[in-house]
Nanobody, 123 residues
Framework: QVQPVESGGGSVQAGGSLRLSCTDRGSFDSTYCMGWFRQAPGKEREGVAHINYFDASTYADSVKGRFTISKDNARRTLYLQMNSLEPEDSATYYC?????????????????WGKGTQVTVSS
């Protein structure tokens, strides 16, 4: 089965940058939809960015212009480049993949989840 594993989280000051990575440890299929979610304490999980096989992407309004989702099929790796980070971005970030192929997935179409990586942005 697909087993996403995130890395790259950490603590940064406001205005800084982080690059998150997600590598599959199982039966990755490059045609799967992929995305990043985040959840802060006391808040519901939020879809951050989504990408499909053709590298079409969508973003939450709160991160547009600051975050970029990308992937490297050969390396079986998904990325989230986060720039101009704000304290409000602090959360646990999760990599997710869905069995839906070719197209971008909706928030409820993901099947496999990583354990998360913590991002803390200080003012």
């Amino acid at each position: 089965q697909v087993q996403p594993v995130e890395s790259g989280g950490g603590s940064v000051q406001a205005g800084g940058s982080l690059r998150l990575s997600c590598t599959d440890r199982g039966s990755f299929d490059s045609t799967y939809c992929m995305g990043w979610f985040r959840q802060a304490p006391g808040k519901e999980r939020e879809g951050v960015a989504h990408i499909n096989y053709f590298d079409a992407s969508t973003y939450a309004d709160s991160v547009k212009g600051r975050f970029t989702i990308s992937k490297d099929n050969a390396r079986r790796t998904l990325y989230l480049q986060m720039n101009s980070l704000e304290p409000e971005d602090s959360a646990t970030y999760y990599c997710a993949m869905g069995r839906t192929r070719w197209r971008i997935c909706k928030d409820d179409e993901y099947d496999y989840w990583g354990k998360g990586t913590q991002v803390t942005v200080s003012s």
